[in-house]
């Protein structure tokens, strides 16, 4: 079994057992002193787990003090997920005029992503709600860890030792899991495969991180699409914003979980390890500089994270401004808005998201990116967030349905179309996180349809057909690149590998918006890497440098001449052509797609590689 393969980060559909609660290896209050600051006031942890001078700064990010009550998710040790309920009210002048305290716990991360912790959330807030107003009374706390304290001697053991590692622990539970006539238990299926298969009506879990999917891509509009690209590329990507954190928490499983590569892909990309799926950490803040320093591209992977497919990158969120000036930290900083007031619509001058990285001050999405957002956003309407429930069976006559069956129509739906239950706000100005449309590519479509007549069938209806065909989930995740003659098909998941990831799944029922948006990610990330996989092995075959539908020059384009000799000697370089971009969902014209193509078959296939920009021919001559 690859050690790449060990962790996944694929929601699985539910099974019929009640939800379980992840037994916790800490439990901890931490109360704010005006002279002290913050200090632990109470906890127990199972023997050798030293949570003093950690903690209670992960717990209490900068600026929490401004909201009353918020909740942090953060990693401790890369072994344990942390989580901590914080509750605020107002209290004398001698306590500065207010009461704060957290009550967290530690969960190890062999309970799946996360640990699961967020089935946690509501018994931390309402332990944090009891405090507050009996900050001297820890009996409820002594109940909830004798409760859920993690027992070594249980099926779930401290993960202290090697033997007791979370891999080890994690092993050992998977080979426990049978059916009650002894033979191995078979996973559900998993988001990437067959997640319309889902029964309706059934939602995530109240607190699952993947509930803000919908957020998340309200919130970036078209910059979902170049930070989906350097989390693919396994960039160190840090959130700056405000607090509360919870949901910049829940942006940061979004990135992880989007950008994870398929086991489709697994066979097919030569870089060892390979890095299956980015590292979440979650908030940190300035005592977590040591570890925001590891994960460069440029630096040994160290073997425990390499050997967890997290051998690159990491994705984080801060509230410390003071991290944000420190650019080698980070390969990629995103500066998030204020967070808006609750009951505040979308407004057409609202703030973006900004993106900045070591080449760009402020990268932009590119037209295709506009055109494939909103292509996904019309088409996840049919798609019902787990937020949502159907309406009342009282009010089901009159507002469950938008349209009256016409019996004369044959193409009409059997069963008439449930109302929208959340309609899409309007979308804001988006010129300042736009490119602005080359000349080229103005130029480009004009020909085409002036060629034509007019009568061509335009690139863009195709592009939104197959940008539709991503949401189609009665296939596999590993869904074939148009155009291409060969590669590998298949169900893109082994055996080993479904039972492994029943271990990661979290109990979700029928979650269709999460699971379509999802996905549609993942979809996308085997088509373009596929489509790479293609012209890298096609050149590394028959020795030539072309892309999947490149020909032999025959030596009197001066310009392609130029472009194969840059950086090398002919047949060093993979040249991808203006159809591959295009194939595999991108910009032909964008300067930043095409840096994305040359700096993912560098990194994922170890070789230099050349991007025919797109270009006007008539009579064989470049226009």
């Known amino acids: 079994m690859s050690p790449a393969k060990r962790h996944s980060l694929h929601l699985d559909l539910p099974t019929t057992r009640a939800e379980e609660l992840p037994q916790v290896a800490a439990l901890f209050l931490i109360q704010f002193d005006i002279k002290a600051g913050y200090t632990i006031a109470w906890q127990r942890s199972i023997p050798g787990l030293d949570i003093k001078d950690s903690v209670e700064y992960k717990s209490l990010p900068s600026g929490l003090h401004h909201v009353q009550e918020d909740t942090v998710y953060f990693v401790h040790n890369d072994e344990y997920a942390g989580i901590s309920s914080f509750v605020k009210r107002a209290a004398e002048e001698s306590e500065r005029n207010a009461v704060m305290l957290a009550v967290g716990a530690l969960i190890p991360l062999s309970y799946g992503r996360l640990g699961k912790s967020w089935r946690h959330v509501d018994r931390l807030q309402t332990l944090a709600n009891q405090l507050l107003n009996e900050p001297a009374n820890h009996e409820p706390l002594e109940e909830f860890w004798r409760d859920h304290q993690l027992h070594q001697d249980d099926e779930t053991i401290s993960p202290i030792s090697g033997e007791a590692s979370p891999s080890a622990l994690k092993e050992k539970r998977r080979r426990a899991k049978s059916s009650p006539i002894g033979q191995p238990r078979t996973r559900n299926r998993a988001v990437s495969s067959a997640s319309a298969l889902a029964p309706p009506g059934q939602t995530l879990s109240a607190h699952h991180p993947a509930r803000s999917l919908s957020t998340f891509l309200d919130t970036f509009g078209p910059l979902v699409f170049p930070l989906y690209r350097a989390a693919l590329l396994r960039k160190r990507i840090l959130l700056l914003g405000q607090a509360p954190v919870e949901v910049t928490c829940h942006f940061v499983y979004n990135i992880s979980i989007l950008s994870t590569l398929p086991s489709a892909l697994h066979t097919l990309l030569p870089l060892s390890p390979l890095p299956t799926r980015l590292r979440p950490l979650f908030s940190v803040g300035v005592h977590d500089m040591p570890t925001l320093t590891t994960g460069s591209r440029n630096s040994t992977p160290q073997d425990n994270l390499a050997a967890e497919g997290q051998a690159y990158g990491w994705v984080a969120c801060t509230t410390d401004s003071i991290l944000g000036t420190k650019d080698h930290l980070y390969d ?17 001058n609202r703030t973006w998201p900004r993106i900045q990285n070591e080449q760009v001050a402020n990268v932009k999405a590119t037209q295709r990116d506009l055109r494939r957002y909103r292509m996904l956003r019309q088409d996840l309407r049919s798609y019902y967030p787990s937020s949502w429930r159907p309406p009342s069976s009282s009010q089901q006559a009159t507002e469950r349905y938008t349209d009256t069956p016409d019996p004369q129509n044959d193409t009409a739906p059997l069963l008439p179309l449930p109302t929208d239950p959340d309609p899409p706000p309007p979308e804001p100005d988006q010129t300042d996180i736009l490119e602005a449309q080359s000349w080229s590519a103005l130029a480009y479509n004009s020909f085409i349809w002036w060629a034509s007549a007019g009568e061509r069938r335009s690139d863009r209806e ?18 074939p690149s148009p155009g291409r003659s060969r590669g590998r098909r298949g169900s893109g998941e082994s055996r080993e590998e479904e039972e492994e990831e029943e271990e990661e799944g979290e109990g979700v029922q029928g979650v269709g918006f999460e699971m379509a948006l999802i996905g549609y990610f993942h979809r996308l990330t085997v088509l373009m890497l596929r489509t790479l996989s293609d012209i890298v092995d096609d050149a590394s075959e028959d020795g030539s440098v072309y892309g999947l539908h490149g020909s032999a020059d025959d030596g009197d384009d001066d310009d392609d001449d130029d472009d194969r000799d840059q950086g090398g000697r002919q047949g060093e370089e993979i040249v991808v052509e203006a159809d591959d971009m295009t194939r595999m969902g991108l910009d032909m014209w964008s300067q930043n797609d095409r840096a994305f193509v040359v700096e993912a078959v560098e990194f994922y296939w170890g070789r230099k590689a050349v991007v025919r920009r797109g270009r006007v021919e008539c009579c064989g001559v470049r226009v």
């Open 332 to 348: 990629t900083l995103v500066i998030l808005p204020a967070p808006a007031s609750p009951g505040t619509e979308i407004q057409s």
């Open 462 to 479: 195709e592009e939104n057909e197959y940008d539709s065909s991503l949401l189609a989930h009665l296939g596999p995740v590993d869904t």
